[in-house]
């Protein structure tokens, strides 16, 4: 029973504006080869790993920590072969980043444990511009005593920003951890505070 809790999942994720749908996949049916490189972003310079423009992972580093953050995300994906893609990774961070809101079409893949998948699909109904605590998120999915698994599931959050983990804070209103520095995460919430700022003068 635990083996089976534990083993991971490769959930396919579509969205497109508002809707979004899941699916789940066999890894042995895609490539083995995943393309990588780096984008410079409004929040810090991001990894982009993808296979045929579909994303496996997102996430931020610091500049001088990029060799090491890169086998940090080799060892979360083994027996794959890797491919340096700047072109294609520029194609990918250009669509992702041109436009800071969530009508991005966007298709990645979830790869996580049934309990974390089920924690990060939670994590869209969050909307963009507003934020929701560890402990509403637990209780939305209907595991109110498991503050403290929600939020480490969210911390292994593997597709930064388009999986909003960043919109979930401390019962407080403090931001708390973040996977990829509390700075990251209060730049990517101020932007999209802004957007909306932006989206309700236009109205």
Same mark, same amino acid.
């Given at each position: 029973?635990?083996?089976?809790?534990?083993?991971?999942?490769?959930?396919?994720f579509k969205r497109l504006h508002d809707t979004i749908t899941f699916t789940a996949i066999d890894p042995t049916q895609v490539s083995s080869t995943l393309s990588y490189g780096t984008y410079p972003t409004p929040f810090g310079r991001c990894l982009i790993v993808h296979h045929d423009n579909m994303l496996w992972s997102l996430s931020f580093f610091e500049e001088e920590q990029e060799e090491t953050h890169l086998n940090n995300i080799k060892k979360e994906f083994p027996k794959r072969t890797w491919a340096h893609d700047p072109h294609g990774v520029t194609m990918l961070g250009e669509q992702i980043f041109s436009n800071l809101h969530d009508s991005i079409p966007m298709h990645g893949i979830l790869c996580g444990s049934p309990f974390q998948i089920a924690v990060w699909k939670?994590?869209?109904?969050?909307?963009?511009g507003t934020t929701m605590?560890?402990?509403?998120? %637990?209780?939305?999915? *209907?595991?109110?005593?498991?503050?403290? %698994?929600?939020?480490? *599931?969210i911390g292994r959050n593997n597709i930064a920003y388009i999986v909003p983990c960043h919109r979930v804070i401390g019962s407080d209103g403090t931001l708390r951890g973040y996977r990829w520095g509390i700075t990251c995460k209060k730049l990517i919430l101020l932007h999209e505070n802004?957007?909306?700022l932006r989206s309700s003068k236009m109205i």
């Open positions: 029973m635990r083996e089976r809790f534990l083993k991971r999942s490769y959930i396919l939670q994590l869209f109904q969050i909307p963009s605590s560890y402990r509403k998120v %637990a209780k939305d999915l *209907a595991m109110p005593q498991a503050t403290r %698994a929600v939020a480490h *599931a802004a957007q909306i």
